[in-house]
């Protein structure tokens, strides 16, 4: 089982810049993809993220390419987001999720675990 925890978040302007990190517990963080998902007010999960085990391969969606950045430190249990030229339509609460399988999964319910999320808001 996997323990996941995020932080970060945060009051930004538009424009600006936020990491978000995710703390895994256990030894088997190298073992799990994982993945970044948001939750706007009245809107559904959606997909934002995924870097794969080894952390050589990584997904986005369309709408925040070339802005947001994933990244994972094994060593660390650890997984980031580095999100740049932040737009209010980035506000959302972030989730961080595991993901026992491969490949370039995008749904929500193929993730195991969970964080509880972090509250990133983008002021115009």
């Known amino acids: 089982q996997v323990q996941l925890v995020e932080s970060g978040g945060g009051l930004v302007q538009a424009g600006g810049s936020l990491r978000l990190s995710c703390a895994a517990s256990?030894?088997?963080?190298?073992?799990?993809?994982m993945g970044w998902f948001r939750q706007a007010p009245g809107k559904e999960r959606e997909f934002v993220a995924r870097i794969s085990r080894d952390g050589g391969t990584t997904y986005y969606t369309d709408s925040v390419k070339g802005r947001f950045t994933i990244s994972r430190d094994n060593a660390k249990n650890t997984v980031y987001l580095q999100m740049n030229s932040l737009k209010p339509e980035d506000t959302a609460v972030y989730y961080c999720a595991a993901d026992v399988k491969s490949g370039r999964i995008t749904q929500a319910t193929s993730y195991s675990y969970w964080g509880q999320g972090t509250q990133v808001t983008v002021s115009s």
């Open positions: 256990g030894r088997t963080f190298s073992t799990y993809a």
